[in-house]
Every structure is written in structure tokens, then in C-alpha cells.
């Protein structure tokens, strides 16, 4: 009987990839001098908690370390901040010793232009754990450095669940500020649609609050899905909701590829009828136990019900014959650890050497899954080292985010029911003839799997940098104008330019008066 537990064997293959690179340590951090006195300097403004981290620090690669290496930014200092007052005073010290500045929380990004950041002031912010239910039991006040984990199992206790990003490392507000998928969107909406209201610290190091009704409505419209170009956000008021149904079932399946074209076909036809309450993710790797030479196809089908209702959904999955099939129910709190995507599972573990390529469609267009898969399989027939590479096409279910107006947000890919995306897993540092075939097989791949479609639309969290402003934000030229326009008013020097493309220009480099 073949593999059965494909999410096991993925996570093997990428828990030994990580060892093998987790040797590199982060680049050396270059170029733009940081203050030499700026521990006397900004060290007395902050709270008694927080740490200016210099890259001869013990601490330094802890909270320099991010989910991959591919093209990522360097720091010259980390500032690990334990409160709001502290990212305000680490911003304004920052324009004022004419430092670029970054924040971050989970360090999840795959950002490729991020790179462009060398050797400026990180603002980490993973010690604003913030986590406070509000009375009224129908929202939570949470932290920028709060994580999917976090959420899940604070929350779990109280009989509140809300959605969060589908792997439990990443953070809430990474995701969040572009978007923000989950297995609970198709029922509440995406992470972006909680935010009630959110403290921004500005380019000036100026403190607002951010909600739909206040003097800066027109930021909490780009907050949600451009929100890291316009400010760093310390906290998020965040919906939350009651457990109604706290166990999910799910079945796995495992295919040969040769069932592709009939399998993506049904796929499309489940879509018509696919319940708020069920997500379908497939992916491929190669699986020699499986199939030496094609890539398998795995699904998981998750359904917020009970087992007789999944298996109806499911039933025409199986009369394709799958080669393995595994069934079970779980609790929503243990849901991401069946999934795979649990806290101590290989993807929420460093991957130094990955790289994702994404494009988001509205459908199954087979020919082009089937060309897509074609590449998949020749480029890792051609390149061995590329060979624990994989796929992922993820079917959140997408009724309650498709019931928001698109205008209301800033997040321009409501119409998109599909997220496509190649992980590009090159375990080999420093082969600069590798990094190319892997560029080009993945943009290959992009390009196969958008059917040549004319208007791309990329999920600005999955996006590499390539991208056009309008294939991230949207195609409405309205859309643009107002963010381009929200730009000027409240970061008119850039400082938030390192991720997403809004403007295409340098970062400012001007210095602030004392
Ligand atoms: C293993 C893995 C699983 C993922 N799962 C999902 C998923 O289920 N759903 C989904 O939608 N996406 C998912 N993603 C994509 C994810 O949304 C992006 O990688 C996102 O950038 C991660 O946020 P972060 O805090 O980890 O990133 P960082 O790398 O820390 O930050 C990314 C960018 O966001 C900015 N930023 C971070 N925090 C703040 C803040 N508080 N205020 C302002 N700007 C901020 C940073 O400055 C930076 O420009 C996943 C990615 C990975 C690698
Ligand atoms: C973050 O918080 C933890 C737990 O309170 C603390 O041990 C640590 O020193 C803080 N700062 C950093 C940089 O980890
Ligand atoms: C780099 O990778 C290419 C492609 O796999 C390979 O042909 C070449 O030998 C590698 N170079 C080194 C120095 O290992």
C-alpha cells in the first residue's frame, strides 16, 4: 500500500533539508553605519524590557532569523521592542539618524525585494503578545507580534475562535495587512475582515488609532490588504467568535498524476457546491514510494462538520481510485497539527533555501494545471537538487469573503478562489547557476499554471517582488490612485517602501529635524 501519510513524508524530507542548511548563519549585515552611541542614545527612551540587538550579540541570529534566506534582508541593529511607546521612539531615533528602517513579527515573508533592505534598524516585534478578550466576548485585543498559535489556543479555552493563517508560526499581523487566508475564512472572512480598529505607529513616529469611523478612516481602508506601506501596527482590535461546532473531519488522498486532468475537472465541479465549512488543498512532490518518476498528488479536504457530510462532498474523489486514503475527525484546536502545519512541523520550521511563486485564479483551468504539472515534473527530472521542491494549490472556501464588497477594502482579490503557488526548495547555497534554473523553472511554472491569462492577480503575502502594483492592489485605476494618494499624505518619504510595490521608487533617505 503506498504512503499514506503524505504530509508525514513531506515533513521528513524538509526537516532534513533544514538541518542540512541551517548552518548559514544570516549574511553579515553591511554598508549604512549604525550610530555608535545609539545604546546610550535610544536605550533610555525605551522600556525597561527592551533590547537594542547589535550583530555582535549572542542574541543577534535568534531574532535576526527568518523563514528563508533566499534574497533576505540584512540588519545592522534589532531593536526588540516590549511596547508601543518603544516602536514610536525606535522609528522617530531612526529618521532622525537618517537609519532605513523594518519592522517585523514572524519573519515569514519570501518578499524577494526585501533584500534591497541592507543593513538598517529591524523593529521586532514579536514581544507584543498583547492577548486580551474584551468583555463583550466579541473581540480580542492582540499584539503585532501575537501568532496563529496564539490565537488558536488562547481563544480555545474561552470557546472563541476567529480566523488565523493556516500554519500556527506565522504571525497574525504579517498576514493580516495584505489579506490574510485561513480555514475559517469562508465562514467569518479573511484575517483582514476582523480588524475593527488597529494603533499605527506612522513614518513620524507619530501614534494614531485606525477604525472605520475616526479621523483616519481613510487609512483603515488601505490598512486592510496594503497596510505595510503606510505604518507599523502595535495592536489590532480583532473580532472573535463563539465555537459553535468545534469538530472538523477530514479525509487525505493520495493520486498518481496520471488522474490529473479528471481530478482538477471534478474539482471545478466540487467547487460549485464546496460549503463554507469545507476546504481543498492539494499539492505535489515527488513520492517514490508512490510513483518514481511522476510527481503524487495529495489531497486534504477539511469539512467544520461531521464526518457524513464530508464524505458526501468527497464521495466523487473517491470513485477516482485514489491510491491512499486517510480519515479523520479533530477538534478546530488541533486542526493545523492533522493539516501538517502545527508549530513543530517542517514548514513552520526555518527553510533556508525556499522560494514561492505564486499566482491566484478564480477556477481549475486543467490544460494549464496539466502544463503546470508537466514543468513541475521535467524540472525536477532535470535538476535533482531541486528535487524535495513541491506545489500547493489551496481551495479556501471563500463565501463570507466573497459577501464583503471589494471596495471596501483594500484587498483587490475577493473574485479569486485559488491560490496557486511552487516552493522552490534549493538546499544548496551559494550555486549561483542553481539559483538561476530555479528562478526560471519557477516563473516557468507561474506562467504554465496562469494559463496565460492577461491580468494577473497575486496575493501580495505570496508575491516575490516581479509584480506589477495592479497585479498586487488591482486593476481598477481607482484602486491605485487612492492608495498612491493615501501614500502621500501618510508615509510622503517612503519610509514603508521595502514591501509591496505600491510606489516605485528608492526608499527616502532624508533626514528628520531634532
Ligand atoms: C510557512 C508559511 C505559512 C504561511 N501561511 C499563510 C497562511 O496560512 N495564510 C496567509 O494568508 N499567508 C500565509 N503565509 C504568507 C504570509 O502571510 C507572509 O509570509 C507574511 O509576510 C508573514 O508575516 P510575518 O509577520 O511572518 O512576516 P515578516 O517577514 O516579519 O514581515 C513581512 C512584512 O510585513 C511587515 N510587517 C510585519 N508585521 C507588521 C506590523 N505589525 N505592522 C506593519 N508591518 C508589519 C514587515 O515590515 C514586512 O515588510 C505563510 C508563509 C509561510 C512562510
Ligand atoms: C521577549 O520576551 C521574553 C519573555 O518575556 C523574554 O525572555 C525576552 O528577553 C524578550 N526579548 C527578546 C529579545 O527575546
Ligand atoms: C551548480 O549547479 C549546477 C546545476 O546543478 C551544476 O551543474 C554545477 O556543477 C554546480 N556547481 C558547483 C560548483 O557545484
Known sequence: MASLNWSTTLSAALLFLAKLASCTAPPIPPHIPIPPHIERDLGPLLSPGARIILPTSPDFPRVASR??????????????VET?????????????HNLPFLATSSGHSS????????GGMAIWLRNLTRFEIQPDGESVVLGGGVRSID?????????????????????????????GHGMLQGQY????????????????????????DGEHADLFWALRGAGHNFGIVTEFRYRIYDVV??????????FSGSVLEELYTLFNQLMERQPRETIVWSTWM????????????????????PTEELS???????????????????????????????IGSSVCHKMPGTSLVPIDVPNYNVPAIQDWYDKFSEGLEAEPSLAASFTMLEGYSTQAVQAIPEESTAFPHRGQKLLLASLIINPIVGNDTLDMIAAKWAEDMRSASSGGTEKRHTYLNYATGTETAEELYGYEPWRLERLRGLKEKYDPKGKFSWYGNLVQKEPAREVDEL
Open 286 to 305: 515527488r513520492d517514490p514510494k508512490v510513483d518514481p518518476v511522476n510527481p503524487t498528488i495529495n489531497i486534504m479536504i477539511f469539512h467544520n462538520g
Open 245 to 254: 461546532k468545534p469538530d472538523w473531519s477530514y479525509e487525505f488522498f493520495t
Open 312 to 342: 458526501e462532498f468527497t464521495k466523487p474523489i473517491n470513485a477516482l481510485k485514489p491510491v491512499g486514503t486517510r480519515m479523520g475527525v479533530t477538534p478546530y484546536s488541533k486542526l493545523l497539527t492533522v493539516a501538517g502545519f502545527d
Open 84 to 96: 508601543e511607546d518603544d516602536v514610536a521612539q525606535a522609528v522617530r531615533y531612526a529618521n532622525v
Open 189 to 212: 472572512g479573511l484575517l483582514t475582515d476582523q480588524i475593527l480598529s488597529a494603533r499605527v505607529v506612522l513614518a513620524s513616529g507619530e501614534v494614531v488609532t485606525v477604525d472605520a
Open 67 to 80: 523563514w528563508t534566506d533566499v534574497d533576505r534582508p540584512a540588519y545592522g541593529v534589532v531593536i526588540a
Open 111 to 118: 518578499w524577494r525585494r526585501l533584500a534591497e533592505f541592507q
Open 151 to 179: 490565537v488558536i489556543t488562547q481563544l480555545w479555552p474561552a470557546g472563541k475562535q476567529t480566523t488565523s493563517g493556516s500554519c500556527e508560526c506565522v504571525s497574525i499581523a504579517g498576514p493580516a495587512l495584505g489579506g
